[in-house]
C-alpha cells in the first residue's frame, strides 16, 4: 500500500513502497544453453530491437529481420527469476531543498506579503547621481500568487502537520536527530543516453501500417517476430503476469506486469483512439510552459491551445473523472478551470495539493518562500454529458461526491517530475475494476495504459537495483 496514514486532511503517501509492490520479477533462461535461440545485431538509430524475456524464455526482436529463434532448447534451459527494486537513495530526501540565499529571500519575501493590501511602495533609487522616487508595483501574476497562497496557507499547514505527526508517530518519518549519523553516497545515473522524445520524432519517418491494421501489440509468452515500427504504431501491452525488458537503442527498460503504453508525441495518438475503448480515469501532467523551462530547455512545452487538441471527450468515459496535475502558476490554475476544462465538458470538483516533505517532515521548500512553494495543486472534474446520459439510463448509479483541498503528502522523488502514485487515493471515486489512463506519463503501472513521448523513462533499468536471483 503506497498510503501509509489517512487523517481527514488527506493522505501521507510512501511512492517507494508502490514502486516496489508492483514486484519486479524477471523470468529469464541461464545461459549459455539458450544463447543460440536469439539472433544478434547491432543496435543503432535504424536498428532497434526488443528482448522481451517470459516464463517460457521466448523473445521478440525488433530488427529488420524474418530470422526466427529455435526453439528446440527452450526446454532444457534452467529457469531463474531476478528481482529488481527501485533504486530507494532517489527518495532519500532528509533536507530541506535551502540555502542560505534561500533564507535571506525568505525574510525579505515577507516584506512583499505586506504589501498585498498595499500595493505600491515608494523607494528611492539613483539615477546619474540625481534621486528621484518612483513607484514599483508588483504584476497581476505576482498579485494573483499572493492572494491564492494566503487563502491555503493554513489548510496546508494545518493539514500537513497532522500527517506528518502521524508519521513521526509510527515511525514512517525520523525526526532529524535520528537521521544526522546516516549519510548516503551520491548516485551515479545514466542521462539522456537514450532520448525518447527523439526516438518518437525518428519513428515519424518510418512506414506507416494501415490504419486499419493499428491493434494492440500482446507482449505474450510466445511473442512472435514483428517489425521495428510496430511500437511506435500500436499500443505495447505486457499481459503476462511478469515482468518484461525491452531494449530501445541499447538502453534497457523494465515493463511491470498487466501494464500497457504508447510511446509517442501528440501528433501521434491515433492508437489509442483506434483501440475504442474509453477510460474512468485519465490523469494529466501536461508540460507546462514557463521561464525556467525555457531557460533550461529541459522539455519541450505545449501551448493552451496544442493542450486543449488532446482528444479527452473520445477518451472518457461516461462520469469519467479527470485529474489534472497543475504548477502554482495563476495563469496555468485559471486556464484549466476556465478554458480548458470547459472545452471538454468536464466539470470541475475538487482541488487538491501534493505537499512535498523530507523523510524528517519538514517542507522541501519554506512554506512562504516567494520563488518555490512545497506544494502543486491538482485539478479534479467530471465529464458531465456522458455523465447524465449515463444517470438517465441507470437511476440507482451513485457517485461519490469528491471532497475539495484535500492534501497528498509525500517524500518526493529527487528525478524531476517523478509524481507520486494517485490509484489509491483516486479508487472510492473511480467504479471498481475502471479503466486508467495517463497522458504525458514518464512511466508505467500495472493496470494502467501510459501515453507519452518519455513514457518508459523511470522504467530505465539505472533506476533499479537487481537483488539476488533465485532459481
Not at 521466448?58 to 527494486?85: H, L, W
Not at 527518495?91 to 498585498?116: A, G, M, N, R, W
Request: with cysteine; net charge neutral; charged share 25%.
Amino acid at each position: 500500500m503506497s498510503v501509509v496514514h489517512e487523517l481527514s486532511p488527506g493522505w501521507l503517501l510512501d511512492h517507494l513502497a508502490f514502486i516496489n509492490k508492483i514486484s519486479y520479477e524477471l523470468h529469464q533462461n541461464r545461459e549459455p544453453c539458450c544463447s543460440k535461440s536469439r539472433p544478434t545485431s547491432s543496435v543503432h538509430l535504424d536498428s532497434l530491437h526488443m528482448d522481451s524475456v517470459s516464463s517460457f524464455g521466448a523473445s521478440a526482436t525488433f530488427v529488420p529481420s524474418t530470422s526466427k529463434p529455435e526453439n528446440g532448447d527452450r526446454g532444457n534451459c534452467e529457469m531463474f527469476i531476478q528481482k529488481y527494486v527501485f533504486r530507494s537513495e532517489l527518495f532519500d530526501v532528509s533536507k530541506p531543498y535551502i540555502t542560505s540565499t534561500i533564507h535571506k529571500e525568505c525574510q525579505e519575501s515577507k516584506e512583499k506579503e505586506d504589501l498585498v493590501n498595499d500595493v505600491k511602495k515608494e523607494i528611492s533609487i539613483s539615477v546619474n547621481g540625481k534621486k528621484r522616487k518612483r513607484c514599483v508595483a508588483f504584476n497581476q501574476g505576482e498579485l494573483d500568487a499572493m492572494e491564492y497562497h494566503r487563502k491555503i496557507r493554513g489548510l496546508i499547514l494545518d493539514g500537513s502537520s497532522q500527517l506528518i505527526q502521524e508519521g513521526l508517530t509510527s515511525g514512517f518519518l525520523h525526526s532529524c536527530s535520528e537521521k544526522q549519523n546516516k549519510c548516503s553516497e551520491p548516485i551515479t545515473l545514466l542521462h539522456d543516453t537514450c532520448n525518447l522524445s527523439e526516438l518518437c520524432e525518428m519513428a515519424k519517418h518510418l512506414p506507416s501500417l494501415n490504419e486499419m491494421e493499428l491493434q494492440t501489440l500482446q507482449l505474450m509468452e510466445d511473442d512472435a517476430y514483428v517489425t521495428e515500427q510496430d511500437l511506435f504504431s500500436r499500443i505495447v501491452e505486457n499481459t503476462s503476469s511478469f515482468t518484461k525488458m525491452i531494449t530501445l537503442m541499447g538502453q534497457k527498460y523494465l515493463l511491470p506486469p498487466k501494464s500497457s503504453f504508447l510511446l509517442s508525441d501528440i501528433s501521434c495518438m491515433h492508437p489509442l483512439l483506434n483501440c475504442k475503448k474509453t477510460y474512468d480515469v485519465i490523469v494529466i501532467d501536461p508540460p507546462w510552459q514557463n521561464k525556467s523551462v525555457k531557460r533550461s530547455n529541459r522539455y519541450s512545452y505545449l501551448s493552451p491551445l496544442q493542450i486543449k487538441q488532446i482528444p479527452v471527450p473520445k477518451l472518457a468515459a461516461p462520469s469519467c473523472l479527470v485529474v489534472t496535475w497543475v504548477t502554482n502558476r495563476q495563469k496555468h490554475l485559471r486556464f484549466v478551470k476556465e478554458e480548458l476544462y470547459p472545452s471538454w465538458s468536464v466539470e470541475v470538483v475538487a482541488e487538491w495539493h501534493w505537499v512535498k516533505i523530507t523523510s524528517s517532515g519538514e517542507f522541501v521548500f519554506p512554506l512562504d518562500s516567494p520563488h518555490k512553494k512545497p506544494y502543486e495543486g491538482l485539478i479534479l472534474g467530471r465529464v458531465r454529458e456522458k455523465a447524465a446520459l449515463l444517470l438517465s439510463r441507470n437511476a440507482d448509479v451513485k457517485e461519490l461526491p469528491i471532497p475539495d483541498h484535500k492534501l497528498i503528502v509525500s517524500v518526493p522523488c529527487t528525478l524531476h517530475s517523478h509524481k507520486p502514485p494517485l490509484a489509491e487515493v483516486l479508487k472510492d471515486y473511480i467504479k471498481p475494476e475502471g479503466e486508467c489512463l495517463e497522458l504525458f506519463a514518464r512511466n508505467l503501472q500495472p493496470g494502467w495504459t501510459s501515453w507519452g513521448n518519455e513514457v518508459l523513462k523511470f522504467q530505465h533499468m539505472d533506476y533499479f537495483v537487481a537483488l539476488k536471483s533465485k532459481s
